[in-house]
């Protein structure tokens, strides 16, 4: 997002479509603590750093909508075929602080609304360190009634840092849930701009080359060792390392007050312990956002 529109627009539209975007907040799949679709993993939209840079006195609202037609944990398929849609909507302010609300619908899960997220978080440059941002986040779990999924936790806390320099930026976040049970999660990411067609002076069609890498846990296949004779034996616990490597290449457009993209991404998930080794996948993803001035 490269330009900012200040104004007033009208209040009765700004409660419509507020109200469409929580009326779409849904459900997650949350069978075992680190069994979070991609999808919902983090938020690794950097068009909050960007916003945060641009200008020293603001209140907005940002709102997104993402489509991906295809549903994964890690690069891992979850076993039911379903394209997944989750929105989000976001207060911002100069000071730093982000207040929002994010959910996501999976076509092949009943009931489809089954989760809703609130978070809060806290955003800003690290002091005599150019390009470099810190952020924190807390984010609360409310799950509908479901007899066949049993929430492993409803808390996480995140911790995250960006670095951009022009064209080039890294971001590395990190988030424990927590609930019933405990899990850490990890992610890095790299990206480069490649900008395509300049439309103004601000607004423009560019290329996003991304590579991530996902650390989590799972429940494994593992080797234990025992006895004089060190005999092995195989037990099912869990297991912690890197899980997941992702490529994305997705075409972005920033006009006026609009963000939209189109990506393929293309996932090498990693077997832990001594499960089998997992196939590629790929997927493909949709996105629109929008920024609301409310100065």
């Given at each position: 997002?490269?330009?900012?529109?200040?104004?007033?627009?009208?209040?009765?539209?700004?409660?419509?479509?507020?109200?469409?975007?929580?009326?779409?907040?849904?459900?997650?799949?949350?069978?075992?603590?680190?069994?979070?679709?991609?999808?919902?993993?983090?938020?690794?939209?950097?068009?909050?750093?960007k916003i945060f840079d641009m200008v020293s006195n603001f209140q907005f609202l940002y709102t997104s909508v993402n489509y991906?037609?295809?549903?994964?944990?890690?690069?891992?398929?979850?076993?039911?075929?379903?394209?997944?849609?989750?929105?989000?909507?976001?207060?911002?302010?100069?000071?730093?602080?982000?207040?929002?609300?994010?959910?996501?619908?999976?076509?092949?899960?009943?009931?489809?609304?089954?989760?809703?997220?609130?978070?809060?978080?806290?955003?800003?440059?690290?002091?005599?360190?150019?390009?470099?941002?810190?952020?924190?986040?807390?984010?609360?779990?409310?799950?509908?009634?479901?007899?066949?999924?049993?929430?492993?936790?409803?808390?996480?806390?995140?911790?995250?840092?960006?670095?951009?320099?022009?064209?080039?930026?890294?971001?590395?976040?990190?988030?424990?849930?927590?609930?019933?049970?405990?899990?850490?999660?990890?992610?890095?990411?790299?990206?480069?701009?490649?900008?395509?067609?300049?439309i103004g002076k601000y607004d423009k069609l560019y290329l996003k080359p991304e590579v991530?890498?996902?650390?989590?846990?799972?429940?494994?296949?593992?080797?234990?060792?025992?006895?004089?004779?060190?005999?092995?034996?195989?037990?099912?616990?869990?297991?912690?390392?890197?899980?997941?490597?992702?490529?994305?290449?997705?075409?972005?457009?920033?006009?006026?007050?609009?963000?939209?993209?189109?990506?393929?991404?293309?996932?090498?998930?990693?077997?832990?312990?001594?499960?089998?080794?997992?196939?590629?996948?790929?997927?493909?993803?949709?996105?629109?956002?929008?920024?609301?001035?409310?100065?």
């Amino acid at each position: 997002m490269h330009k900012i529109f200040k104004g007033t627009i009208r209040t009765k539209i700004l409660i419509v479509f507020v109200f469409i975007l929580i009326g779409s907040i849904s459900m997650l799949k949350a069978q075992k603590t680190e069994e979070l679709p991609d999808a919902y993993l983090f938020d690794q939209n950097d068009e909050f750093d960007k916003i945060f840079d641009m200008v020293s006195n603001f209140q907005f609202l940002y709102t997104s909508v993402n489509y991906s037609n295809k549903t994964y944990f890690a690069g891992r398929d979850l076993g039911i075929d379903q394209f997944n849609v989750a929105p989000q909507i976001f207060y911002l302010n100069s000071n730093g602080l982000m207040v929002g609300v994010s959910g996501a619908i999976y076509s092949g899960l009943i009931p489809k609304w089954n989760t809703t997220e609130l978070s809060i978080g806290y955003s800003h440059n690290l002091a005599k360190v150019d390009n470099l941002s810190y952020r924190t986040t807390y984010g609360r779990y409310f799950f509908s009634k479901n007899d066949s999924i049993t929430p492993s936790f409803n808390n996480s806390v995140g911790l995250g840092l960006s670095y951009r320099k022009q064209s080039f930026g890294t971001r590395l976040d990190g988030a424990i849930l927590f609930g019933k049970e405990t899990s850490v999660q990890v992610t890095a990411e790299a990206y480069y701009e490649i900008s395509l067609v300049k439309i103004g002076k601000y607004d423009k069609l560019y290329l996003k080359p991304e590579v991530s890498a996902y650390f989590g846990n799972e429940e494994t296949l593992l080797l234990k060792t025992v006895g004089i004779r060190n005999r092995q034996i195989q037990y099912y616990g869990n297991s912690y390392g890197w899980m997941n490597t992702e490529f994305s290449l997705p075409i972005m457009l920033s006009y006026k007050n609009f963000d939209l993209e189109a990506a393929y991404n293309i996932n090498f998930p990693r077997a832990l312990g001594q499960n089998s080794q997992l196939k590629r996948v790929s997927t493909f993803n949709l996105s629109i956002g929008y920024i609301l001035s409310l100065n």
